[in-house]
């Protein structure tokens, strides 16, 4: 998430100049934080307790600002895939058959 963050969201919203931009570049720096405080982890309890929570609360809570960029960015800016496009790409991109 973090590399999808700062490669596609962030480029894309600043791109196209709006978005939260604040809020995803926080979003980085809370993920970050994150990962680094579940390695620091000396008990592997502890480490799988602060793993579930960044992947089913922290990260779901960031999806949702992820989510609202790609509503408010133009399409042409969005640089990943829409649900669209991952659901339905037989119907929104012309594909190739030939070799």
């Not at 969201?9 to 809370?30: H, M, Q």
């Not at 680094?36 to 929570?53: F, G, I, S, T």
């Amino acid at each position: 998430m973090i590399e999808m963050l700062n490669r596609s969201v962030i480029p894309s919203c600043e791109d196209a100049d709006c978005g939260p931009i604040d809020e995803l570049k926080s979003a980085v720096e809370t993920l970050e934080a994150a990962v680094a405080n579940m390695h620091d982890a000396e008990d592997p309890a502890e480490m799988a307790q602060l793993a579930r929570v960044l992947r089913l609360e922290t990260m779901i809570s960031i999806r949702e600002t992820i989510d609202g960029a790609e509503k408010v960015v133009p399409a042409a800016d969005w640089t990943l895939p829409t649900y669209t496009d991952m659901l339905f790409l037989d119907q929104t991109t012309k594909l190739d058959y030939e070799n």
